[in-house]
Structures are given as C-alpha cells and as structure tokens.
C-alpha cells in the first residue's frame, strides 16, 4: 500500500521533525513519555513502574519506520489486528521507500513527497501511532518492553525488528573531510544533491549499485566522475564479470572514468577540494567524495538482547526469531530462506516489502510462507537492469542480446538457470523465475538465440531447486 503525494515530508524536510512524541502518547495510551507522564491508568509501563508486568495486549511495537516497519504496520490493519500498534524510527519523517535516494532525487526528477509511504495523518487514520527522531535503545525480553531513547518505555506483546542497515565507513582518520559524504537517508541524499552541481569533480569510492547510480547522475548534472574499487571490476559481490563489463562499457562511453584495483590509502585537504592518495603512489583531486562501500546491518539490539545475530538477525522462514514474540524483517534480517534452504540476507526493495507483509500476516495467525525468489533492479544511465535469483561470479553467463544495448544475460549454474540479469529487457524476467524455480536444463544455443522464445528452451525437467546448492 503507497500512498502517493505525500506533502508532509516535504514540509517535514523543511521544518526538520514531523510529529512529536507527546502527540504520539495521546494515541497510543501505554507509552510513558518521561517528561510528561500519562497517567497511572493508561500507563502500565513506564520507569517508575518499571516491576510491572506488560498489558495484557500492548499490541505490537516496530523499531525502524522504514520501508519494511511501516509495511508491517500497514498489513497489521488490513488483516484486522486489533491491538496497538507503534512505529518507532530514528529519522524525523514519516516512512519513506530509499530507491529514488540515488537517482530520481539527484537528478530532481522526484520530490521527497514522492518516496513517501504513509502521512502520519494516514496512519494516525488507521490507528497507526508514529514516534519519529526516536531510537530504541534497549529491549527488555523479560518483561517485554522496549526502553526509547528519552528514557521512555514501550510494553509489547509483539516487537518488530526492522532497523535496516547503516553504510559502512572508512576509518574517520582517512576520511575526516567535509567533503566526505555517505548515502542511505533522505537527509543525505538532499545534502549530496546540493554538492552536485556542473563541473564538481566527484569521486566515488566503491562500485556497486550506489555508486554507480550515483555515478550515472552526477554525469547527467555535469560533474567529472571517477570511481575507485580495490576489485579488478564492478559489482563483483553481485554479477559475474562479462555482465558488469557491459555495464562498465555504457559508464565508460558515458564519461565516468574507473580506476580498479586500488585502494585509498590517505586524503587530505587542499584549498577548498581533497586530494586522494592511492596505493599506487598516484592521486585523484575532488570537490566531493561520495563512500560508497556497502552497509552494516543494524542488528546491535537484538545482539545485545541476546537474540541470534549472524550478519543480521536470524529469523526462520515466518521471521520469527529465537524469541517467538520478536521478529525482524527487511535489510537487518537474514531469513531462513524456503527456496535456497539457508540463511540469506537480502538488501532489495521488494524483500522490505514482501518479507515484512508476510511477517504481519503471521502476526496475524495465518500460516503462509513467504517464498519468492530474490529480484532488484537498478537503473544507470537509461539502462533499467533487473537481476532475479542470486548471480554468482563462477556462473557460466549466456548472453542473448536484443540489439540497442538489450540483453538478457542467463547465469547458469551446472546447465540450470540460478539467475537472470536483463537491461532494457524486463520481460525476460518472469519467464526467467518461472525456469529458474522448475530448475530445467536448458539449450543453451535456444537461449542465445533472441528469435526463440524462452518458454521453449527447456530441455528436460529435472529435480527442484531445493536439492540444489548456490
Ligand atoms: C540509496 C539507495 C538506493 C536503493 N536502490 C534500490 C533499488 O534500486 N532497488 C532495490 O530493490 N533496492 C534498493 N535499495 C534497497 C532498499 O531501499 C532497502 O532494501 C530497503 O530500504 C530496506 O528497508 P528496511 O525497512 O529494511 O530498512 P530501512 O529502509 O533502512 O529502514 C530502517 C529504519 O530504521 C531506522 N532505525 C535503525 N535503528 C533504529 C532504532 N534502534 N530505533 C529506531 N529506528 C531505527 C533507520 O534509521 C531507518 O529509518 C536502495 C537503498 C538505498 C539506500
């Protein structure tokens, strides 16, 4: 459920905050604020009373008002759940979908108001009670409460983890610059905007999808980029080289100039720019600096509460973790998952959405399991790139090339399609799933060939997948 023209984060952007947190108690009768005590009656856990035990239904608490915590919320009132239900985020806006972060939102071609998820007003209509610019800090199992930062507790009866990820930084002695800056957030998004005016010299440290959408924009608004990996090539967590070549090939042709295989070792500041020192004794002059080297599950809460942590919380295939009245769900969750029969920890848009609905549904008793194979996209430079199941870089890759730069690339995992990239060929995509999840040997002559139809390369039926290792 996106509900479109979201005017408030907008205004929220210019104002700073949306909606306080004693506006939130009003709605939401069991938080205790510390400065203003609700009363002893609708309070039943708070820091003085801190001995008693939660309300018999304090509802559900979600930590994270992102995309897959205001999902789960959202979900919660479409199937009924009738107890409380609070979103608890750090940031001061309403819940807002990232994606656009590193494209649409540079290139100015959508407004904040347009990643919104839900307006408080929405949610407050559905009985949703947000509590923005606030963080849980602390989870107390036992007694089933939620410690906020404020000094606030929240009693649940359900708690939702979706605290998503944070980008990973370099060590703050290579990179106490000013013009070093990071991207997950709106705020940082609207501040790398304003650095990106025409012949900003931008150097972006990391390339894989952040990097190389941002790269792509920046070249549109008319800065010099240049972007540095210690890999020999793009992308190589995700796609095997020959398919991350052809999109080098368009970054190139573009403009955007890659310097592979090389560390930063040290900046430093000169003038009003940075100088970059690499560790082939070269350097690289720029007015901004965007990292752009992966993220960190923010899964520290649930460490420390003593729940399973393994590169995101451990969650088994209804997110449920070690504790049955805590799940976790989005990027920070790394679920049992029923398709590969292992733990995987997904960093895509449709895992928050589809992962965070099933988790609400079985909040909600029903007993479905969410199995689908992982799909993303990207978009750099006119070309809209899907990838779905898991691309591995020993996967031997068949092109099948459409003419005008469209392709689809087949990564093929002993004969068997694991995975599927397109650019500019979304359609390759569905029938891709569909042969993918049969697990068929394929002609691999029929699927170079862009006349045959995908539907007709199968050359036997086989086993399932899950017998199958990735
Ligand atoms: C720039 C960018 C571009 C992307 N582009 C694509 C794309 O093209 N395609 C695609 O499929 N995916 C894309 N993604 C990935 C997708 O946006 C994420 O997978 C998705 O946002 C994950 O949602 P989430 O709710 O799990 O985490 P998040 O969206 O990160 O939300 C988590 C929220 O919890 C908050 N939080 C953390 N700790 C606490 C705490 N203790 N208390 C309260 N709040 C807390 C965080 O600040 C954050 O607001 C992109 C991501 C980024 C950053």
């Known amino acids: 459920m996106r509900v479109l023209g979201c005017d408030v984060l907008e205004a929220a952007v210019s104002l700073g905050r949306v909606r306080g947190a004693h506006e939130t108690a009003a709605a939401f009768p069991f938080i205790a604020i510390a400065t203003n005590h609700v009363s002893a009656s609708t309070n039943p856990v708070n820091s003085s009373s801190a001995k008693q035990p939660p309300p018999a239904d304090a509802g559900c608490v979600i930590a994270g008002a992102g995309q897959a915590g205001a999902n789960v919320a959202l979900t919660l009132r479409q199937r009924g759940y009738q107890g409380g239900v609070l979103l608890v985020g750090d940031e001061p806006y309403p819940p807002y979908e990232r994606p656009a972060l590193s494209k649409e939102i540079l290139l100015g071609s959508r407004s904040a108001a347009d990643c919104c998820i839900s307006s408080p007003q929405q949610l407050a209509e559905l009985g949703i009670s947000l509590l923005d610019s606030t963080t849980v800090v602390h989870i107390d199992r036992a007694r089933r409460i939620v410690h906020l930062s404020g000094g606030s507790d929240v009693g649940y009866r359900t708690l939702v983890i979706a605290t998503g990820c944070r980008p990973r930084t370099l060590n703050p002695a290579l990179a106490d610059l000013d013009s070093v800056a990071y991207l997950r957030t709106l705020d940082d998004a609207l501040r790398l905007k304003r650095r990106l005016s025409p012949g900003q010299r931008l150097a972006i440290i990391g390339a894989g999808y952040i990097g190389l959408e941002v790269a792509a924009a920046a070249i549109a608004l008319g800065c010099e980029v240049t972007v540095i990996d210690r890999e020999a090539t793009a992308m190589t967590r995700v796609l095997p080289a020959e398919i991350s070549r052809r999109i080098l090939d368009v970054h190139e042709t573009a403009g955007v100039r890659f310097r592979f295989g090389r560390n930063v070792t040290s900046m430093e500041k000169t003038g009003g720019a940075a100088l970059l020192h690499l560790d082939d004794a070269t350097t690289l002059p720029a007015d901004q600096i965007l990292v752009a080297v992966g993220v960190i599950p923010n899964d520290g809460l649930a460490a420390e509460a003593g729940l399973e942590v393994a590169d995101g919380v451990v969650v088994d ?108 060929r979304p359609r390759d995509i569905g029938e891709s799933r569909r042969l993918i999840l049969n697990a068929c040997a394929l002609d691999v002559e029929k699927l170079r060939d862009p006349a045959v139809p995908l539907r007709t390369v199968i050359v036997q039926p086989e086993e399932p997948l899950e017998s199958r290792s990735h």
């Open 317 to 424: 295939q209804n997110s449920q973790t070690s504790d049955p009245s805590i799940y976790a769900v989005g990027d920070v969750s790394k679920r049992h998952h029923p398709i590969y029969g292992r733990g995987i920890r997904l960093e895509s848009w449709q895992n928050a959405q589809n992962q965070s609905i099933a988790a609400a549904k079985h909040i909600c008793g029903a007993s479905e399991i969410h199995a689908e194979l992982p799909w993303f996209w990207s978009n750099q430079f006119g070309m809209n790139i899907q990838i779905v199941g898991t691309p591995l870089r020993e996967h031997r890759t068949v092109f099948r090339d459409y003419g005008e730069g469209r392709f689809a690339a087949f990564c093929l995992d002993r004969g068997r399609l694991a995975a599927t990239v397109t650019v500019n």
